[in-house]
């Protein structure tokens, strides 16, 4: 019996230092997708959660138990909900990289298939992304390039906010001098 116990211990163990790995990389989230490549099976997930190791979040998504919050937290949980191929759109960039002051009552995630979220969080706002976009990481998010995303904010922030955000990306460094024109084009203004 005690041989049996240590078994199966040691697999469980094992699993959690697989999804460990992986969730350390990721704002200590796991997918059940993520652990089925890792080879750990999805009901392995639940396991641990019921024995307080791992969090549920959403369906499918879980984070571990134990883990450092961070800023950046509910921008990798919204795109991690959203699923694969998501990232993290517009103004919610602008936010995440401190740009200029959002709502933050609003996450911004684009996807290019279709969503079909039972019940999506409130505020979670999914917008269809464009096919082939090639997404960057910022803070280890996936996420629509600073100069993209501040030209999407164009449509729903005032265009003062968008100015300041266009300075600050310039200052910190996410856009180019010719991306930061190209803005102030955008905006009517002069760079």
């Known amino acids: ?21 992986i969730a350390v990389d990721n704002h200590y989230l ?38 450092v919050p961070d800023g950046g937290d509910p921008y990798a949980v919204a795109v991690a909900r959203v699923g694969g191929g998501a990232y993290l759109y517009g103004e919610s960039v602008v936010a995440l990289l401190g740009l200029a002051p959002t709502s933050p009552d609003r996450i ?23 096919p082939g976009y090639e997404p960057t990481a910022y ?27 266009a300075d600050e990306a310039l200052r910190q460094g996410y856009v180019t001098p010719r991306e930061r024109g190209s803005l102030a084009e955008a905006l009517g203004v002069r760079a």
């Not at 005690?2 to 460990?20: F, G, P, Q, V």
């Not at 995630?109 to 979220?117: E, G, S």
């Open 30 to 67: 796991v997918s059940t997708a993520d652990a089925r490549g890792a080879g750990v099976p999805a009901v392995e997930l639940a396991k641990l959660a019921s024995r307080g190791k791992l969090e549920h979040v959403a369906r499918g998504l879980y984070r571990l138990a134990r883990y």
């Open 1 to 21: 019996m005690a041989e049996h116990y240590h078994l199966w211990y040691c697999s469980a163990m094992s699993y959690y230092d697989d999804i460990y790995e």
């Open 108 to 130: 911004w995630v684009a996807t290019p298939r279709r969503v079909r979220l039972k019940e999506p969080p409130a505020g979670l706002r999914i917008v269809r992304g464009e």
């Open 139 to 165: 803070e280890g998010v996936p996420s629509q390039r600073a100069a993209d995303a501040i030209a999407s904010c164009l449509a729903t922030m005032m265009p003062e906010r968008v100015e300041q955000a």
